[in-house]
């Protein structure tokens, strides 16, 4: 918690809450630093927002009015949303820059924001860089009223288990039907085709990115660990640089005291701060500005 008495923290807090300007000229700085044109996409961690298609729709907003020639550099933070979504960001950025497409990630990069880079051309990312596994999550109602996401895969394999116990229970059967009767067979189909869906399109745009002289089955074995909730046992689990090295994928490692870094962490912490109070997404470069507003409470 920062002191708000602090004369230091007070002067910190007052850039943070001015209007882009600061933000956009660490973007300019970036800019010419990379020696082609960058925008940045922040959703909150905080408030409960998604990748969506409306952000794709910014997103183009914005490139339309670029000059992409020398490429686009797309700085990603966000724990994730719709992997649909995420495919079409991914499409929209190959477009406007003729494929010559990278991200960067200066902090999370989780489920869907993870399938955004994996249609990129290269990822940069520091030692504390994190990306996340991919598999579908579900948004069921709890006990306490609330909802919490669960892992569409622990869903199908419980609801296996029990139909599975079930057709073998040689004495009282009613225990597992009692409990089967809170599984909707259609939802687990649909939460099976999700899965199949998520693997296909992860495969989709690393043939035709990162790894397009790789087979589709050795592409799927290779990101095992990003589909696979068994290899990863939670969805929250970071994946650095080095694990994603290994699985083939295009990573470059940039050494967070470098000079690029260092403009690279300062945008993170100050777009990071503005989605986590002012706005619940955010859009920039160095000459735009897109914020969406925090739900309402309740909403």
């Known amino acids: 918690?920062?002191?708000?008495?602090?004369?230091?923290?007070?002067?910190?807090?007052?850039?943070?809450?001015?209007?882009?300007?600061?933000?956009?000229?660490?973007?300019?700085?970036?800019?010419?630093?990379?020696?082609?044109?960058?925008?940045?996409?922040?959703?909150?961690?905080?408030?409960?927002?998604?990748?969506?298609?409306?952000?794709?729709?910014?997103i183009e907003g914005v490139l339309q009015k670029l000059d992409l020639s020398s490429g686009l550099d797309l700085i990603v933070n966000s724990p994730g949303g719709d992997i649909l979504a995420a495919e079409r960001v991914v499409n929209v950025c190959r477009t406007y820059s003729g494929g010559d497409f990278e991200v960067i990630v200066p902090g999370k990069a989780k489920s869907a924001a993870t399938m955004i880079c994996l249609g990129a051309k290269r990822?940069?990312?520091?030692?504390?860089?994190?990306?996340?596994?991919?598999?579908?999550?579900?948004?069921?109602?709890?006990?306490?009223?609330?909802?919490?996401?669960?892992?569409?895969?622990?869903?199908?394999?419980?609801?296996r288990e029990l139909l599975k116990q079930a057709v073998q229970c040689e004495g009282r059967i009613e225990p597992f039907l009692q409990q089967l009767e809170r599984y909707d067979a259609r939802l687990i189909k649909e939460w099976e085709r999700d899965r199949a869906l998520t693997g296909d399109?992860?495969?989709?745009?690393?043939?035709t990115g990162m790894m397009p002289n790789v087979g589709p089955k050795r592409i799927k074995d290779k990101i095992n660990l990003l589909l696979d909730p068994e290899a990863t046992k939670s969805h929250g689990r970071p994946i650095y640089w080095q694990r994603l090295q290994?699985?083939?994928?295009?990573?470059?490692h940039v050494d967070n005291r470098s000079e690029l870094w260092q403009l690279v962490f300062e945008l993170h912490t100050r777009s990071d701060w503005y989605v986590s109070n002012y706005a619940s997404k955010l859009i920039e470069t160095c000459e735009h500005h897109f914020e969406v507003s925090p739900p309402e409470p309740g909403r």
Do not use: C
């Open 246 to 252: 290994e699985m083939g994928l295009r990573v470059e």
């Open 123 to 159: 990822i940069l990312l520091s030692d504390t860089s994190e990306l996340g596994p991919i598999d579908p999550q579900v948004l069921l109602p709890q006990e306490d009223g609330r909802f919490a996401f669960v892992s569409a895969w622990s869903i199908i394999e419980s609801y």
């Open 1 to 58: 918690m920062m002191d708000s008495s602090n004369p230091v923290v007070v002067k910190l807090l007052s850039e943070i809450k001015q209007s882009p300007e600061i933000r956009q000229a660490l973007l300019r700085e970036l800019e010419q630093h990379r020696g082609r044109r960058v925008v940045s996409y922040f959703t909150s961690f905080r408030f409960p927002v998604l990748i969506e298609d409306g952000d794709a729709e910014m």
């Open 201 to 207: 399109i992860a495969v989709q745009l690393l043939k």
